[in-house]
């Protein structure tokens, strides 16, 4: 899973320092990889209403790739609204204008790059809901299997998770002012640092959120 993540956070490096692309088309697309990360939270939250058991036929290959195509769908739909407040320091900063965003969105490293991105997100996803539930018969009850794992824990985790990845956009803003100031010197460096950072938080949720404050930490 950790390999997903990895591909997510270095997808909107490859436009930025393989083909030339532009600051701005980085942090819109950093934004909406931060988006597809609460996405990802939400969307792999457990609750006790969550079927434990599915349909055989939802094991086939054919199922399988269709959740996960409209998974990518919803998910990148959905990224991109918020995509839209967590990117708006990119124009605050002076980093983006308005008359960027037609020619950047039609490009197509800036699309095809997206939607890989939402696409390794929905794989996720659907790894995330194929660990905790078991394969029963057709016509079985969604609740025959039982609970794999631990429900309430996992909702705790996802509770901290959730308050770490609201963390990590606030320094999405940080990120924005000093590509702003510091120009070339910041563009060789930041992006990377800031990749190397939600790695760092996906590879290592534990350490990762025991560096945030307490109040983001709470649990309960």
Known sequence: MIALDVLRHALPLIPLYLWRGSITSYLLLTAFDLSLGLMLIVGTTRDRSDPTTVDPRATLLTSRLMAVFVLAIFFGIIAAIISVPIGMPA?????????????????????????????????????????????????????????????????????????????????????????????QRGFFILPILFAALLVFYDARPDLAQRIFPRLWRETR
């Open 91 to 183: 124009f605050i900063f002076g980093l983006a204008t308005a008359g960027d965003l037609p020619a950047l969105l039609s490009h197509p490293s800036f699309w095809v790059t997206a939607a890989i991105m939402a696409l390794t997100t929905a794989i996720r996803a659907q790894q995330s809901f194929e660990s905790v539930t078991t394969p029963g018969e057709r016509g079985t009850s969604p609740h025959a299997a039982p609970v794999i794992g631990d429900i309430e824990a996992d909702r705790r985790r996802s509770k901290a998770a959730n308050a770490a990845q609201v963390t990590i956009i606030a320094t999405y803003v940080a990120l924005s002012y000093f590509l702003s100031n510091f120009g």
